[in-house]
């Protein structure tokens, strides 16, 4: 039970990881509005923000479809305010390639988890399998024993009726004798 505690927790550490470093370079992306010109205003870089936020918070609830759809929100909110001049053009393109960089990310968590499910999905199919041909094999087992049983009776019965018949035969002698 110990064991499994602690195979749980090492699982859960590189998901952790995922999302710290999520977290990280969405942030780092948008933080420093520091020197003339604002390669960031503060007004974008807090919308930004929450909706990396959002990103996040979904991430760690191991919503990955939520975090991309959050993810898609953020790149239309960076959009915007780069069309409305909030955003630099270099700015714009660092925080596009933290975002490409999680889609990725979490694009490989939803496969890992759709190739997990897709093997329980076989293993159960071929666990199911296995106890139909058990059963099968059961049930001919069965069906084998009850047949060589009703012979065994029947050749019984021939025999208990041989035998009737050959004391019969003897009685009959021993009359005409």
Same mark, same amino acid.
């Given at each position: 039970?110990?064991?499994?505690?602690?195979?749980?927790?090492?699982?859960?550490?590189?998901?952790?990881?995922?999302?710290?470093?999520?977290?990280?370079?969405?942030?780092?992306?948008?933080?420093?509005?520091?020197?003339?010109?604002?390669?960031?205003?503060?007004?974008?870089?807090?919308?930004?923000?929450?909706?990396?936020?959002?990103?996040?918070?979904?991430?760690?609830?191991?919503?990955?479809?939520?975090?991309?759809?959050?993810?898609?929100?953020?790149?239309?909110?960076?959009?915007?305010?780069?069309?409305?001049?909030?955003?630099?053009?270099?700015?714009?393109?660092?925080?596009?390639?933290?975002?490409?960089?999680?889609?990725?990310?979490?694009?490989?968590?939803? =496969?890992?988890?759709?190739? @997990?499910?897709? /093997? #329980? $999905? !076989? *293993?159960? +199919?071929?666990? %199911?399998? &296995?106890?139909?041909?058990?059963?099968?094999?059961?049930? =001919?087992?069965?069906?084998? @024993?009850?047949? /060589? #049983? $009703? !012979? *065994?009776? +029947?050749?019984? %019965?021939? &025999?208990?009726?041989?035998?009737?018949?050959?004391?019969?035969?003897?009685?009959?002698?021993?009359?005409?004798?």
């Amino acid at each position: 039970m110990n064991r499994n505690r602690h195979v749980r927790a090492a699982a859960l550490r590189p998901a952790f990881l995922r999302r710290f470093v999520l977290a990280s370079v969405l942030s780092a992306a948008l933080a420093g509005c520091s020197g003339p010109p604002p390669e960031l205003s503060s007004d974008a870089a807090s919308e930004l923000q929450s909706q990396v936020l959002a990103v996040t918070e979904a991430a760690a609830a191991n919503d990955s479809a939520g975090a991309l759809m959050q993810l898609d929100e953020l790149v239309k909110r960076l959009d915007g305010a780069a069309g409305r001049g909030e955003v630099s053009f270099q700015r714009h393109q660092s925080i596009s390639a933290a975002i490409s960089t999680v889609r990725a990310d979490l694009a490989a968590q939803i =496969a890992a988890a759709e190739a @997990a499910a897709q /093997a #329980a $999905a !076989e *293993q159960a +199919a071929a666990q %199911a399998a &296995a106890e139909q041909a058990a059963a099968e094999q059961a049930a =001919a087992q069965a069906a084998a @024993a009850q047949q /060589a #049983a $009703a !012979e *065994q009776a +029947a050749a019984d %019965a021939a &025999a208990k009726n041989d035998k009737a018949k050959d004391k019969d035969k003897d009685k009959g002698k021993d009359k005409d004798d």
